[in-house]
């Protein structure tokens, strides 16, 4: 008798584990999703933690896996064939309430325009720039249906161009541009898209750095060498990714966030100088804070 009251209340037991798992799994599907493309490191892990916390379903889709527990990870390489779109194609099939895409992909080099090698600045193209058009292109027939946001992860080198990383910088103001013209078109769809644009920033980014040895730079080695050694002070020494990734989930959760976000006060003013001072003295600015 005592046995088949046990067996009774685990059946009932498992029977309610079951429900409550099945309940979990139903409200998981319902939560908005956000896609972060490059979501492993950096910004874009801090921008998965956010967005855990502020309660969206978060996928990342990257060449390493994103660690956080919570996080859905597709691999794929945004440079490499149609891996990229096929991972968006298959996480649309998994969600009922795709909402969301945050892009933070990114790739820099150190090199003299003179001597730089096409196939890196190709490549550093493929991942900042074309990368960016290829998830928007893929994600926005989802985003259609309901409305969203779109994030692209830009940076001040958009604004002010970084020395001897050239390629960078053009790549994130192609970015900045490639935000405010897909605003204008997908506005009619309640699709709402903003780049965010941090300045130095400390993170791993400035380890990965492709920077030229000596002899590939030629008679621009010494201010290579100088100038790659201000940035790397500049980012170690400035903004968290935290920082940064708070103000991204910011404007995911805002209702009509800005076309661009210059993060923290010390690149709002700098945005503002830019716009009042004379191109020949910002410029000056410019070389100075890289030792040139």
Do not use: H, W
């Amino acid at each position: 008798m005592e046995n088949s009251e046990k067996n009774q209340k685990s059946a009932g037991s498992s029977a309610v584990a079951g429900v409550a798992a099945t309940d979990r799994a139903r409200l998981e599907k319902l939560k908005k999703t956000v896609i972060v493309v490059g979501g492993s490191s950096g910004i874009g892990y801090e921008t998965a933690l956010r967005l855990i916390g502020r309660n969206f379903s978060v996928v990342n889709i990257s060449r390493t896996p994103c660690s956080l527990d919570r996080v859905k990870n597709y691999a794929a390489d945004v440079t490499v064939g149609d891996t990229l779109e096929k991972a968006i194609r298959e996480i649309a099939a998994a969600t009922e309430n795709m909402y969301g895409l945050v892009y933070c992909a990114g790739y820099s080099m150190a090199a003299p325009i003179e001597y730089a090698n096409e196939k890196d600045y190709r490549y550093l193209f493929d991942v900042n720039y074309f990368g960016a058009i290829r998830a928007i292109r893929c994600v926005a027939p989802y985003l259609k249906r309901r409305g969203g946001r779109i994030v692209l992860v830009s940076s001040m080198g958009g604004t002010f161009p970084v020395a001897f990383d050239s390629f960078y910088s053009s790549s994130k103001a192609a970015v900045d541009m490639l935000a405010k013209g897909a605003a204008i078109e997908l506005e009619p769809y309640r699709i709402r898209v903003c780049s965010v644009q941090p300045g130095g920033t400390s993170t791993g980014f400035t380890f990965k750095r492709k920077v030229y040895a000596d002899e590939e730079n030629r008679d621009y080695a010494a201010k290579v060498k100088r100038a790659t050694a201000a940035l790397a002070d500049m980012e170690q020494s400035g903004m968290s990714a935290g920082e940064v990734a708070r103000q991204v989930v910011d404007v995911i959760c805002e209702k009509n966030p800005p076309l661009s976000l210059q993060c923290g006060k010390r690149n709002k003013f700098f945005a503002m100088a830019k716009r009042l001072l004379p191109d020949r003295t910002t410029q000056y600015i410019n070389k100075k804070m890289y030792k040139l």
